[in-house]
């Protein structure tokens, strides 16, 4: 088997070791070289300290590279996986927090502060790009950084021709919790899906050892047993409990749980407490799990194992790598260019549909069907607001950004529309492109 070598940007992550862990114990894999790249020091060097005991623990043969150069990091690597959160947690918790204060949904990828993270994004994702561009054009890069439909617009206009895959787990994430709540096989079904990313239906969800489509009988258990979430964090678990109230009301197609934000926003956001949110649990969480078992780490050198393994979010995206490197064609959901694929969708919409995968990258499937007329128009009133918000990033146009943020379907009125962008601006400072 072909050598591999993978860099991981944004290695501060505390995904990392998941990843990792499943690129190392993938059997279709050989990889001799990871790099762990971010601009951020001290995270680096927490994770590489975690990332070590686990080679060792695990006796890995692979050489480990931590840099916070960005030649270093990416020349000669076959895949670049991205996962870099520019503004890293501290500006996600303004993200959340921001529109919470004005009663707006605060959400890290949904509604204005996913807008407010898309900015910083863009930024950050697109110098990123420019980058890989000079030190290696040949590697591939499986992009999972949010918010992902904006990203993959960026991508649509700037760098059309580049190795670049948009991925995203939250299907992988839905049908999970669905087979293991209601004893099916993931691996015996072919979902068909549409939508945008953290914005979509499935068509059908086809079993071929039940050689049927298990899609309505999906939706009624669902409606009638709700999802198990036991083992599941407090936070998701809850999601997952909204989430039967989003199907019970249209229990026609199986939604992305995402959408609860849209057309549940006043009941998400009366779930929140506005000064503590998600970026708090998570600071407080994996954020200090890192820091704990870093010292454990460092304290005692005969150290056996350690609480942090991360789970299994990474196993998708490496999968992807595998179904490049062998031509397999595997079938995976990713974020491209639609030109057909939703056929009664604008053409150059950037949707997620299923898609093969193989050394040429991602071949997205059409569907045979066109969409509802209710996904269509949820659909496009998201698509425009998005792609205004493209606009405004690279035109610099404050106009384009307020047109945005009123669109955005979690903002009743442009009053608070122009309040919110406002203090977004303020405090997002250098890390937003310049608004005039
Ligand atoms: C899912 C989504 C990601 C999102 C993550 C947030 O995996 O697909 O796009 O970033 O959830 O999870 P967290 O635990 O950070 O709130
Ligand atoms: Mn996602």
Redo the contacts with the bound molecule.
């Keep these: 088997m072909d050598k591999v070598k993978v860099t991981i940007a944004g290695s501060g992550s505390g995904y990392t070791p998941g990843i990792i862990l499943s690129l190392l114990n993938h059997k279709e894999l050989d990889v001799s070289e990871i790099r762990l790249y971010d601009i951020d020091k001290e995270k680096n060097s927490d994770m590489e300290t975690i990332i070590k005991f686990l080679i060792k623990k695990g006796d890995y043969g692979v050489k480990l590279v931590r840099t916070e150069d960005p030649k270093e990091g990416f020349e000669g690597v076959d895949f670049i996986f991205s996962q870099i959160r520019v503004g890293g947690i501290k500006m996600r918790e303004l993200d959340e927090k921001i529109p919470l204060k004005h009663g707006l949904v605060g959400q890290?990828?949904c509604g204005l502060g996913g807008f407010a993270y898309a900015m910083r994004s863009m930024k950050g994702f697109s110098e990123m790009v420019d980058l890989i561009q000079k030190f290696n054009k040949e590697a591939w890069i499986l992009n999972?950084t949010?918010p992902?439909t904006i990203i993959s617009e960026v991508v649509r206009r700037k760098y059309p021709d580049a190795k670049i895959i948009n991925a995203?787990?939250?299907t992988i994430?839905i049908e999970e919790i669905i087979a293991q709540s209601f004893g099916y096989n993931r691996q015996d079904w072919i979902p068909i899906y549409y939508g945008l990313n953290?914005f979509g239906w499935y068509e059908s969800i086809y079993d071929k050892s039940l050689k049927k489509d298990v899609m309505p009988e999906i939706i009624d258990k669902i409606i009638n047993e709700g999802l198990n979430t036991e083992g599941e964090d407090p936070?998701w678990a809850s999601t997952w409990k909204s989430y039967q109230s989003l199907i019970k009301t249209f229990p026609d197609r199986l939604a992305n749980n995402y959408l609860l934000y849209y057309l549940f926003s006043e009941q998400m956001v009366a779930k929140e407490d506005p000064n503590y949110t998600?970026a708090n649990q998570?600071m407080d969480g994996r954020i200090t799990k890192i820091k704990e078992t870093v010292r454990e780490i460092k304290e005692d050198p005969n150290l056996e194992s350690i609480d942090y393994e991360g789970n299994n979010?990474g196993q998708y995206i490496v999968d992807i790598a595998a179904s490049i490197l062998h031509d397999k064609n595997d079938r995976f959901m990713l974020i491209k260019p639609n030109k057909g694929a939703i056929p009664n969708l604008r053409n150059d919409a950037s949707v997620e549909v299923p898609c093969y995968v193989g050394a040429n990258g991602a071949e997205p499937i059409s569907l045979r069907n066109d969409i509802p007329d209710f996904h269509k128009g949820l659909m496009e009133a998201q698509v425009a607001s998005e792609k205004l918000l493209v606009d405004a990033f690279f035109e610099n146009s404050y106009y384009k950004a307020l047109q945005a943020f009123t669109l955005n379907q979690t903002v009743p009125n442009a009053v608070v529309a122009k309040k919110v962008l406002d203090e977004l601006i303020e405090s997002n400072g250098d890390y937003w492109p310049e608004l005039h």
Excluded: G, K, L
Aim: net charge negative; aromatic share 8%.
């Design positions: 890290e990828t999972y949010n992902e995203c787990d939250m994430a953290h936070s998600r998570i979010h």
